[in-house]
C-alpha cells in the first residue's frame, strides 16, 4: 500500500495485488506535527475542533505498518450476517470475517453445504489467533420467500439476535441469455424476487433494528451490470439497477444516523455465476473468464471485509472493483491467464 500524505486533507490510493483493478478514492487526514497551526476556515467550532488543531489529533496519526493500519480489533467480536454464503463470494466472505475474529451468521436455501462452510470459519478463526469471534450459526434461507426472512431473524441465537453489526446482501442470480420476448416469467420472478425483492425485505427489517441500536452497516453486492447494461441481460441488468438506486436512496436517509450503506459493484468474477446463467453449462460458463485473468471470491470478499473494517466516521458508500483487464462490460483483454 502507498499513502501520498501532504500538510493538506490527501488521497489515498489502494493499490493491490493480482488482478484487481479498483476504481476508489478516499479523502483523508494529514499527519501534522505538533508544532503545526492550521488556520480554522470552518465557521462552526464543531468542525474546527474535528479538522483542526495545534497539536496532532489520534485520527490523524498513521500507523507505521500494515496491520496497525488495518486494525483488526475493529472487527473483533462484531456479528455479521451473510446472505448467498454457500458458495463463492459468500462463503469468502464468511470465512475471512471469521478468520479476522467476527462472529457469523451464513445463510443460503443449501443448508448441507452451509455446514461445510460453517466448519471453514471456525478453521479460519483458529488459524486467525485473534483470540475473538469464533461463533457460527447456520440457517436455511431463500430470499423469495417473504416468510423466511422475518423467521431467519426470529430464530437467531441469543449471541445475534437483536446484534447484528454487519448486513451483507450478497445474494443474487442470473438465469438464462434469453432476450426480452422471448425471456420465461418464472425466470423474471426468480430473479426479481431474489436480486431486488428480497433485498430490499430484508434490509428494511435491519434498518429498523439498527436505527434501535444506534448502529450497523449496510454493505450490498451491487455489479457493473447496475451500472452498464448489456444484451441478453436486461433482466439481471435492470435487477442490479435497482439495487443501486435503492442503496443511494437508503443512504441519503439515513446521513442523520451513525448508520453506513455501502456498495460494492464487481466486475467479471470467477465464481458459479456463469454456471447458473448458463443452466449448468460449464462449457459455455468457461468461455465467459477463458483467457482473462478475472477477479476469484476471495478478491472481493477482502474488499467486503476492509469496507467493513474501516473507522466508524468512515463510510465507502460505493466500489467499482474490475480484473486488471476489464473496463466494461464490452471492454476486456484477454492475453491468457497468467500463473499465480
Avoid at 454457500?86 to 478468520?99: E, K, M, Q, Y
Avoid at 476469484?296 to 474490475?322: G, K, M, Y
Amino acid at each position: 500500500m502507498h499513502l501520498a500524505r501532504a500538510s493538506y486533507p490527501c488521497i489515498i490510493h489502494r493499490s493491490f495485488q493480482r488482478s484487481v483493478q479498483l476504481a476508489l478514492t478516499q479523502v483523508s487526514y494529514p499527519r501534522l506535527l505538533p508544532s503545526q497551526r492550521i488556520v480554522p476556515h470552518f465557521r462552526n467550532s464543531s468542525h474546527q475542533q474535528r479538522f483542526f488543531a495545534s497539536s496532532t489529533p489520534a485520527r490523524q496519526s498513521y500507523p507505521n505498518n500494515m496491520s496497525s493500519f488495518f486494525n483488526v480489533s475493529r472487527l473483533h467480536d462484531k456479528v455479521v450476517f451473510i446472505t448467498g454464503a454457500s458458495g463463492g463470494i459468500g462463503r469468502a466472505t464468511a470465512v475471512l470475517f471469521a478468520r479476522f475474529g467476527a462472529n457469523v451468521i451464513i445463510t443460503a436455501r443449501r443448508q448441507d453445504v452451509l455446514q461445510s462452510v460453517a466448519e471453514e470459519c471456525q478453521a479460519a478463526n483458529k488459524e486467525g489467533k485473534t483470540g475473538h469471534g469464533g461463533k457460527v450459526h447456520v440457517a436455511q434461507l431463500d430470499m423469495q420467500q417473504r416468510s423466511a426472512l422475518d423467521k431467519v431473524r426470529e430464530d437467531l441465537p441469543d449471541w445475534a439476535k437483536g446484534k447484528v453489526d454487519v448486513l451483507v446482501n450478497n445474494a443474487g442470480l442470473v438465469i438464462g441469455v434469453e432476450k426480452v420476448g422471448d425471456i420465461s416469467p418464472e425466470d423474471i420472478d426468480v430473479m426479481y424476487n431474489t436480486n431486488v425483492l428480497g433485498l430490499i425485505h430484508l434490509t428494511q427489517r435491519f434498518v429498523t433494528d439498527f436505527k434501535k441500536r444506534g448502529s450497523g452497516h449496510i454493505i450490498q453486492l451491487g455489479s457493473i451490470a447496475g451500472r452498464e447494461a448489456y444484451p441478453a441481460g436486461s433482466i439481471y441488468c435492470s435487477s442490479k439497477a435497482a439495487v443501486r438506486a435503492f442503496t443511494s436512496s437508503l443512504l441519503k436517509e439515513l446521513v442523520d444516523t451513525p448508520i453506513r450503506v455501502s456498495e460494492v459493484q464487481p466486475g467479471m468474477v470467477e465464481t458459479d455465476f456463469s454456471t447458473t446463467r448458463y443452466r449448468g453449462d460449464k462449457a459455455a460458463s468457461a468461455k465467459v473468464y477463458e483467457g482473462l485473468d478475472a477477479l476469484q471470491s476471495e478478491d472481493i470478499a477482502e474488499e467486503i471485509v476492509w469496507i467493513a473494517n474501516r473507522p466508524p466516521h468512515v463510510n465507502v458508500a460505493e466500489t467499482l472493483v474490475f480484473p486488471v483487464n476489464q473496463a466494461s462490460p464490452y471492454h476486456n483483454h484477454r492475453p491468457g491467464k497468467k500463473a499465480a
